[in-house]
Each structure stands twice: as C-alpha cells, then as structure tokens.
C-alpha cells in the first residue's frame, strides 16, 4: 500500500498570514490555490482508491479536484483536523508565545463519515 500525502492549496488566509482552524469557517482556495491543486494531476495514473479529508472545506476542495480521475471514496475525518487554537482569524504573527483559548487533546484515527464532494469549491478572493 502506497500514501499520498498532500497540503490543501493557497487561501487568502495563506496570503494575510491567518490562523484558520474552524470547519465552520467558510476559507476556500483563492484563484492560486486552485492552480495548486490542479498540480495534483501528475496523480491521474496512480491507483487511489480511498482519500481521507478534515473538514475544512480547503482540504475537500483539494480531494475533488485530484479525484476527479479517480472516482475514489471520500472520507471526511474530524480526527484529522487542525488543533482547535482559538487563534481563528488572527494574524499568526501575533499568535507567538500567547496561551490558545481552547485546549487541545490528541486524538485517534477512529471511524469515520463519507462524503460525496463537488469541484465548485473555489471562491475569488475578490468575493
């Protein structure tokens, strides 16, 4: 068994330098993350047959556009998410050495929820 592992595509958080944790939270790619994304079509010959997401919208926009070659099933998996900081929509920069909001506990790789997902995921950064 092979793992792909791959990183969502620029937003405009990426671009501002903010922290984005919340799956609430409607950041998509911006028109430059989509083109990173759309790299991931050196991945069209490779067998994938399972993708596993969090549940930022930014990491299942990233699973549709790579599996639109593979029709492979999409699981969207809470254990995967980022660290629930508290830092949501805060400039990183100002983030160093502060204290988070909200605690964070690791945790497993459990079962998990499927997701059909479509590629109208992109959203201008000019609204």
């Known amino acids: 068994m092979k793992v792909y ?4 595509g620029q937003t405009d958080y990426n671009v501002r330098g903010l922290c984005n944790d919340d799956p609430a939270g409607a950041v ?3 028109s430059d993350g989509v083109r990173q ?14 993708i596993f997401v969090s ?13 639109r070659y593979h029709d492979a099933e999409i699981t969207i998996e809470p254990a995967i998410n980022n660290l629930r900081t508290g830092f949501d929509g805060r400039s990183a920069s100002n983030t160093t050495g502060r204290s988070p909001t909200t605690r964070c506990t690791p945790r497993r790789l459990t079962a998990s929820r499927s997701s059909s997902t479509d590629n109208g995921c992109w959203r201008s950064s000019n609204g």
Do not use: D, F, G, Y
């Open 5 to 8: 592992l791959l990183r969502h």
């Open 28 to 30: 998509q790619h911006n």
């Open 37 to 50: 994304a759309m790299a991931a079509e050196r991945l069209k010959t490779v067998t994938i047959s399972k």
């Open 55 to 67: 549940e930022l919208p930014r990491t299942q926009c990233t699973a549709a556009i790579v599996n």
